[in-house]
């Protein structure tokens, strides 16, 4: 199958979301501990990774842009950390720190490629100075064509309707990826973007495609949504319009052993 991207050097994309720490520890197994009944790994290899909306500006970076991330941090070494690899990937990075949280950070221990148990160090984000981020907000908008919210209930997005609307008002096109039952707290977005077991958790289950635009479209009217993109893992992904045409999108399917960041990757080419 032959790809042809599209030269993304000049989209000024604005990604604003929760982000964390992947840390992920390698190693072999070949024995149960003496001290209870679970594998002993001999970690052999370490590895860090962006995640969350960090994930979502690191996959824009990729495609060729050069996206702007704002988002609350600890102010700690997690952050440290995280505004070094997104350095590397030259994406312009604005952390709030916040003395006294951490940085959201996820551990992960695996062996012959199977995770064996993720541990996570994290609590909610609160507490933080809501009007400087909203001032960072509107300075990190200016000149931007294209606002990612990527929300993964930590906190950072604690006010999105505010942060919709001035975007909206600012000619501003908003890509959401929701979390939760709730999405009228994202009323006014361009397009969303759950997968189908988030959508169906909101509006029923949709057992053919049929039931599924009608209800895509419903969703668009009552929450002022432009469309609504539902992805539907091997099935592929489906286009709502809210007063067009839908488009069903097939997948070409892989066996994967690990799928985390699909949703991360959907929006980055979207908001692209």
Not at 102 to 116: E, F, G
Request: aromatic letters at 6%.
């Amino acid at each position: 199958m032959q790809l042809s991207v599209p030269d993304f050097a000049n989209a000024r994309v604005l990604v604003v979301g929760d982000v964390m720490l992947d840390r992920y520890w390698h190693g072999s197994t070949s024995r149960v501990s003496p001290e209870a009944p679970v594998p002993v790994v001999n970690v052999g290899e370490e590895e860090e990774r962006a995640g969350g909306a960090a994930n979502v500006a690191l996959n824009i970076a990729a495609l060729g842009a050069r996206p702007v991330l704002l988002a609350v941090t600890g102010d700690d070494a997690a952050a440290d950390r995280l505004e070094a690899k997104l350095g590397e990937a030259q994406i312009d990075c604005r952390f709030q720190r916040v003395p006294g949280i951490p940085t959201i950070t996820k551990l992960r221990v695996l062996s012959r490629h199977q995770q064996l148990i993720r541990l996570d160090f994290e609590q909610r984000l609160e507490g933080f100075d809501t009007v400087s981020f909203q001032n960072a907000f509107e300075q990190a908008l200016d000149g931007i064509d294209v606002l990612v919210l990527s929300d993964y209930a930590k906190g950072t997005l604690s006010e999105v309707p505010a942060l919709i609307e001035r975007a909206r008002r600012a000619g501003v096109a908003v890509v959401v990826d929701p979390k939760g039952r709730d999405f009228s707290i994202y009323a006014g977005a361009t397009v969303i973007t759950p997968n189908l077991s988030e959508f169906e958790d909101v509006v029923g289950a949709c057992p053919d495609d049929l039931t599924l635009e009608t209800r895509g479209r419903d969703m668009g009217r009552q929450h002022f949504f432009d469309a609504v993109l539902i992805t539907r893992g091997e099935q592929g992904m489906s286009l709502v319009a809210t007063d067009g045409d839908a488009t069903h999108l097939p997948a070409l399917a892989r066996e994967v052993y690990d799928v985390t960041g699909a949703g991360d990757t959907v929006v980055a080419v979207l908001g692209a």
